[in-house]
């Protein structure tokens, strides 16, 4: 008995760490902004008024300024998420493929180079994308002038805007997906492949029957973090094109920022930042119970 409960004080000595870091950097947070949202809470004030939910109700009530930036915001939001997660999850397997199949001298090597990408910081994405999209100097004009074309406005209009904002988010973070999945297909045995040989599989039947259902786990992850993190898209359309053109990429985020640190409204920003948090746990949970349901059915 003194053995067992030296095991468990033991164990949870270990976890405790986690458990201080936990509690301080993301559930203590997570109560104190709805506390926030609870109150008319201005970072010059202070007294803060308790309100109760009418920040939320304001959110939902239709004609308030809350409801236009909340939704508009959410709308521009979910759009980026409609065009970057397919792309992100297909360009990812397919660079891990391709990486996988080259000679092992160059296979680290085009692994650090598409994920090099990844390890550096905004500011410096957002010089490097501006260099190229800028519609008078950009390398891109410039390029496209040469051959006679007319320039396209990248970060001024749409269509180009989004396409704009997507190619530079598949270029910044696609090497981090590609890694996870590099990682997934090592995984898989190569005996699975070698008698679907025997059997007369193509290479369509091997990647569709044994490649895809191994890593159906993996992939799961990678399409959850990547939704997770195009919700949570600020850089790209704050640095590149400053929620143009109109406020056409303003996402969700910089709404909420706006609010908070230019309005100095904090309450209804944390209104806004925790309903931003419940539908993304949402989203998430329906992609889960979706990819395992179409496992099941399998």
């Given at each position: 008995?003194?053995?067992?409960?030296?095991?468990?004080?033991?164990?949870?000595?270990?976890?405790?760490?986690?458990?201080?870091?936990?509690?301080a950097f993301l559930l203590f947070p997570i109560l104190y902004g709805f506390y926030i949202s609870l109150h008319h809470f201005e970072l010059l004030s202070v007294t803060?008024?308790?309100?109760?939910?009418?920040?939320?109700?304001?959110?939902?009530?239709?004609?308030?300024?809350?409801?236009?930036?909340?939704?508009?915001?959410?709308?521009?939001?979910?759009?980026?998420?409609?065009?970057?997660?397919?792309?992100?999850?297909?360009?990812?397997?397919?660079?891990?493929?391709?990486?996988?199949?080259?000679?092992?001298?160059?296979?680290?090597?085009?692994?650090?180079?598409?994920?090099?990408?990844?390890?550096?910081?905004?500011?410096?994405?957002?010089?490097?994308?501006?260099?190229?999209?800028?519609?008078?100097?950009?390398?891109?004009?410039?390029?496209?002038?040469?051959?006679?074309?007319?320039?396209?406005?990248?970060?001024?209009?749409?269509?180009?805007?989004?396409?704009?904002?997507?190619?530079?988010?598949?270029?910044?973070?696609?090497?981090?997906?590609?890694?996870?999945?590099?990682?997934?297909?090592?995984?898989?045995?190569?005996?699975?492949?070698?008698?679907?040989?025997?059997?007369?599989?193509?290479?369509?039947?091997?990647?569709?029957?044994?490649?895809?259902?191994?890593?159906?786990?993996?992939?799961?992850?990678?399409?959850?973090?990547?939704?997770?993190?195009?919700?949570?898209?600020?850089?790209?359309?704050?640095?590149?094109?400053?929620?143009?053109?109109?406020?056409?990429?303003?996402?969700?985020?910089?709404?909420?920022?706006?609010?908070a640190f230019i309005r100095k409204e904090m309450g209804s920003a944390s209104a806004m930042a925790i309903l931003m948090a419940i539908l993304i746990m949402i989203v998430?949970?329906?992609?889960?119970r979706l990819t395992y349901a179409r496992k099941e059915d399998a």
């Amino acid at each position: 008995m003194k053995s067992t409960l030296q095991s468990r004080l033991t164990s949870s000595l270990f976890v405790l760490p986690y458990l201080l870091c936990f509690a301080a950097f993301l559930l203590f947070p997570i109560l104190y902004g709805f506390y926030i949202s609870l109150h008319h809470f201005e970072l010059l004030s202070v007294t803060h008024q308790f309100v109760g939910f009418e920040h939320y109700l304001k959110i939902f009530t239709p004609g308030t300024y809350l409801n236009s930036i909340f939704f508009d915001g959410l709308w521009a939001t979910a759009q980026f998420v409609l065009y970057s997660v397919p792309l992100l999850i297909i360009v990812g397997l397919g660079l891990a493929l391709l990486v996988n199949r080259l000679p092992g001298k160059f296979r680290g090597l085009f692994r650090t180079f598409y994920f090099m990408p990844y390890a550096i910081s905004a500011s410096v994405m957002a010089v490097i994308w501006l260099m190229i999209f800028d519609t008078n100097a950009g390398f891109l004009n410039s390029l496209l002038g040469k051959m006679n074309i007319p320039p396209v406005p990248w970060l001024t209009d749409q269509p180009w805007a989004w396409v704009s904002l997507v190619s530079t988010t598949l270029w910044w973070t696609i090497g981090f997906n590609m890694i996870i999945f590099i990682n997934a297909l090592n995984q898989v045995p190569d005996d699975y492949y070698e008698a679907a040989s025997i059997d007369g599989a193509n290479a369509w039947h091997k990647f569709a029957r044994i490649t895809l259902p191994s890593i159906r786990p993996v992939m799961l992850f990678v399409m959850v973090t990547s939704t997770i993190a195009s919700f949570n898209i600020y850089a790209q359309p704050f640095l590149l094109t400053r929620g143009g053109p109109g406020d056409s990429t303003k996402v969700l985020l910089i709404n909420v920022l706006d609010q908070a640190f230019i309005r100095k409204e904090m309450g209804s920003a944390s209104a806004m930042a925790i309903l931003m948090a419940i539908l993304i746990m949402i989203v998430s949970v329906v992609q889960y119970r979706l990819t395992y349901a179409r496992k099941e059915d399998a």
